[in-house]
């Protein structure tokens, strides 16, 4: 059987906000707080929506409440939020939900992003094994 992530994987946020006089500059995602009762809630408030989370992974309603419910904030927190801050975090979740380290998958494709994705790619000179 496959080890479950049970750690907490901080997010830094772009755009910092404040909530309830305090500011969040980064959001702690408590892995180790998912339940099946985590998992079950989260579905049945997407699905009183008339939404339907066919793939938990890939729903961002279904992200969005597992995030609430492990870091602590409400729901409309995560609604307010920029969407860049928040697909990041429905990211880090999902990765989770789908069976992946959220933890490796943050610090892989997430945080350590610092490639121009607009930029072409760079010519190494080797035109048989290209960069």
């Known amino acids: 059987m496959?080890?479950?992530?049970?750690?907490?994987?901080?997010?830094?946020?772009?755009?910092?906000?404040?909530?309830?006089?305090?500011?969040?500059?980064?959001?702690?995602?408590n892995f180790g707080k998912v339940t099946g009762k985590t998992a079950t809630d989260a579905e049945r408030a997407v699905n009183t929506t008339g939404?339907?989370?066919?793939?938990?992974?890939?729903?961002?309603?279904?992200?969005?409440?597992?995030?609430?419910a492990i870091s602590g904030l409400p729901v409309r927190v995560f609604d307010k939020m920029p969407y860049a801050d928040f697909d990041v975090i429905r990211q880090t979740v999902g990765a989770f939900?789908?069976?992946?380290?959220?933890?490796?998958?943050?610090?892989?494709?997430?945080?350590?992003?610092?490639?121009?994705?607009?930029?072409?790619?760079k010519d190494n000179g080797d035109f048989t094994n290209p960069a």
């Open 2 to 29: 496959a080890r479950i992530f049970t750690g907490t994987v901080v997010v830094k946020l772009e755009q910092p906000f404040e909530w309830e006089s305090t500011p969040h500059s980064e959001i702690a995602l």
């Open 51 to 68: 939404n339907f989370a066919f793939v938990p992974a890939l729903n961002a309603d279904y992200c969005k409440n597992v995030a609430a």
């Open 97 to 121: 939900v789908g069976g992946r380290n959220p933890q490796k998958f943050y610090d892989q494709f997430i945080a350590g992003d610092e490639d121009d994705d607009d930029a072409p790619p």
